[in-house]
């Protein structure tokens, strides 16, 4: 459920701007406004992610968990009056507060997975979550200008998805517990730390001390850690900018009518919730094979690192060759389902190699591939306006002429040098993970971590302990 509410409030923007009543062209923002303001969310993101994880595994989960979708709850219902009243600017800020608040989530769950499951249980668990985020986008993108027509206005999608977080919350409140020591809702007579025990084959994984120092340059001097930092961020790249950009493509280079009640955009529905779908069986189908030793963790997690660069490279390469709209929609499935591929692959493996560390390694994974949504909005939106592509606004006066201009070739090309960006993105990352990527667990000096419950050392490489380059 978090999956879902954090992409309903994170992408609900993406459709709340276009079309001839949308947001961009009832405030009259341009193209550039357009990228400016969606990239907000991601700078915030991607700075909240460093300090949440660390937050997470000093606090506990159970109060930043509830900390962030409090405040995504408050922000995503005061978005209407500040766009308004605000102006672009002050919009501008309250996304990247957004972002900030929602940050938590990823690095909470990977935290909250790693002292719960077990090594053979975490992939499966994690693309379930990854699935309820690719659902809510496609709730958001294929039924977004339905919802909206629905209520009667954009500033209403705001209000709903926001009550939806404040519900959520108070569900957080009663419900959840960083640590199974912590947990009262087992059944009477079940002792609460054996049943710990047998969760995480014998070992006992307890809150870190508030003072213990996060050993920052022994993290960041391993090659292990790098790969896990960069696989994610150059599949989230193209996965970003699909969920920014990919109503305006559709609106310019397929002539979708956004502001129609009947409009195509529920074709999104299938990518994004075959996404999630393909998630969970890949989740499922790695688990399996690292329970029952046909591979190790680490060559699993590679295996479909690189099936889902495959997907993705292959994808971004097809859409420039100008598809029919069936072809579009295959197309935009392998594009998309990488993302639920990605978490049986380099994005849960920061549960690999810490149990200890998992919400620290995944903060700064999550920070620099939410890099790429903080500037890829702000690339793109420079790229479309220099080839001519029309604005909200200018669909909006005169729509007729708008698609006139966004058929027009320096348009088009303007959309296949993004896709080549995001192409050679995801080969690059690929390559390092292959190179680099591992499913070992770490040792750090005396903050040994304590076994995930399966060993990987029947595949042992060297780790580098010295500082990259």
Same mark, same amino acid.
């Given at each position: 459920?978090?999956? !879902?509410?954090?992409?309903?409030?994170?992408?609900?923007?993406?459709?709340?701007?276009?079309?001839?009543?949308?947001?961009?062209?009832?405030?009259?923002?341009?193209?550039?406004?357009?990228?400016?303001?969606?990239?907000?969310?991601?700078?915030?993101?991607?700075? %909240?992610?460093?300090?949440? %994880?660390?937050?997470?595994?000093?606090?506990?989960?159970?109060?930043?968990?509830?900390?962030?979708?409090?405040?995504?709850?408050?922000?995503?219902?005061?978005?209407?009056?500040?766009?308004?009243?605000?102006?672009?600017?002050?919009?501008?800020?309250?996304?990247?507060?957004?972002?900030?608040?929602?940050?938590?989530?990823?690095?909470?769950?990977?935290?909250?997975?790693?002292?719960?499951?077990?090594?053979?249980?975490?992939?499966?668990?994690?693309?379930?979550?990854?699935?309820?985020?690719?659902?809510?986008?496609?709730?958001?993108?294929?039924? %977004?200008?339905?919802?909206?027509?629905?209520?009667?206005?954009?500033?209403? !999608?705001?209000?709903?998805?926001?009550?939806?977080?404040?519900?959520?919350?108070?569900? !957080?409140?009663?419900?959840?517990?960083?640590?199974?020591?912590?947990?009262?809702?087992?059944?009477?007579?079940?002792?609460?730390?054996?049943?710990?025990?047998? @969760?995480?084959?014998?070992?006992? @994984?307890?809150?870190?001390?508030?003072?213990?120092?996060?050993?920052?340059?022994?993290?960041?001097?391993?090659?292990?850690?790098?790969?896990?930092?960069?696989?994610?961020?150059?599949?989230?790249?193209?996965?970003?900018?699909?969920?920014?950009?990919?109503?305006?493509?559709?609106?310019?280079?397929?002539?979708?009518?956004?502001?129609?009640?009947?409009?195509?955009?529920?074709?999104?529905?299938?990518?994004?919730?075959?996404?999630?779908?393909?998630?969970?069986?890949?989740?499922?189908?790695?688990?399996?094979?690292?329970?029952?030793?046909? @591979?190790?963790?680490?060559?699993?997690?590679?295996?479909?690192?690189?099936?889902?660069?495959?997907?993705?490279?292959?994808?971004?390469?097809?859409?420039?060759?100008?598809?029919?709209?069936?072809?579009?929609?295959?197309?935009?499935?392998?594009?998309?389902?990488?993302?639920?591929?990605?978490?049986?692959?380099?994005?849960?493996?920061?549960?690999?190699?810490?149990?200890?560390?998992?919400? !620290?390694?995944?903060? @700064?994974?999550?920070?620099?591939?939410?890099?790429?949504?903080?500037?890829?909005?702000?690339?793109?939106?420079?790229?479309?306006?220099?080839?001519?592509?029309?604005?909200?606004?200018?669909?909006?006066?005169?729509?007729?002429?708008?698609?006139?201009?966004?058929?027009?070739?320096?348009?088009?090309?303007?959309?296949?040098?993004?896709?080549?960006?995001?192409?050679?993105?995801?080969?690059?990352?690929?390559?390092?993970?292959?190179?680099?990527?591992?499913?070992?667990?770490?040792?750090?000096?005396?903050?040994?971590?304590?076994?995930?419950?399966?060993?990987?050392?029947?595949?042992?490489?060297?780790?580098?302990?010295?500082?990259?380059?």
């Amino acid at each position: 459920m978090v999956g !879902v509410l954090a992409y309903l409030v994170r992408v609900c923007l993406s459709t709340a701007l276009v079309g001839d009543q949308g947001m961009g062209a009832e405030l009259g923002w341009s193209v550039k406004d357009n990228g400016f303001v969606l990239s907000g969310f991601f700078w915030g993101y991607m700075l %909240g992610n460093f300090p949440s %994880g660390i937050f997470a595994s000093r606090y506990g989960s159970r109060k930043i968990l509830l900390a962030s979708m409090i405040l995504q709850s408050i922000l995503t219902v005061l978005s209407p009056a500040v766009s308004r009243h605000g102006g672009l600017y002050a919009f501008f800020f309250l996304r990247v507060l957004l972002g900030f608040a929602q940050s938590p989530v990823y690095p909470v769950a990977q935290s909250l997975f790693a002292a719960w499951l077990n090594a053979d249980e975490r992939a499966g668990a994690f693309s379930i979550m990854d699935a309820g985020s690719y659902w809510g986008g496609a709730l958001t993108l294929g039924y %977004g200008s339905q919802i909206q027509n629905a209520l009667g206005s954009w500033e209403d !999608v705001f209000y709903l998805f926001g009550s939806l977080c404040g519900v959520f919350a108070v569900y !957080v409140y009663f419900r959840v517990q960083s640590f199974p020591s912590k947990y009262t809702g087992l059944a009477a007579g079940v002792d609460v730390q054996q049943n710990y025990h047998t @969760l995480n084959g014998g070992d006992t @994984l307890v809150p870190q001390d508030n003072n213990q120092k996060v050993p920052w340059k022994k993290l960041l001097c391993r090659t292990d850690i790098f790969a896990a930092i960069i696989g994610p961020f150059s599949i989230n790249w193209s996965l970003f900018m699909f969920l920014t950009y990919l109503p305006k493509y559709l609106q310019e280079q397929f002539r979708f009518d956004m502001s129609s009640e009947h409009n195509s955009m529920h074709i999104l529905v299938y990518p994004y919730f075959l996404c999630g779908v393909i998630g969970v069986f890949c989740g499922c189908i790695a688990d399996k094979c690292v329970r029952s030793d046909i @591979l190790s963790i680490t060559q699993v997690r590679k295996i479909f690192q690189l099936i889902a660069a495959s997907f993705a490279t292959g994808a971004l390469i097809f859409l420039q060759h100008s598809p029919s709209k069936t072809s579009l929609v295959i197309l935009l499935c392998f594009a998309i389902s990488p993302g639920g591929i990605l978490g049986s692959a380099s994005a849960a493996n920061p549960m690999d190699l810490s149990k200890k560390y998992a919400g !620290v390694i995944k903060g @700064l994974a999550n920070g620099f591939a939410t890099f790429g949504g903080a500037f890829n909005p702000i690339l793109v939106g420079y790229l479309l306006s220099n080839g001519g592509c029309p604005s909200d606004e200018q669909f909006k006066l005169n729509r007729t002429a708008a698609l006139d201009m966004a058929s027009c070739p320096p348009c088009k090309q303007a959309w296949d040098n993004a896709f080549t960006i995001a192409a050679c993105i995801c080969v690059c990352g690929c390559v390092i993970f292959l190179s680099f990527g591992s499913g070992e667990e770490i040792e750090i000096g005396d903050t040994d971590i304590q076994s995930n419950g399966i060993s990987d050392k029947r595949h042992a490489r060297p780790l580098l302990d010295t500082p990259l380059g």
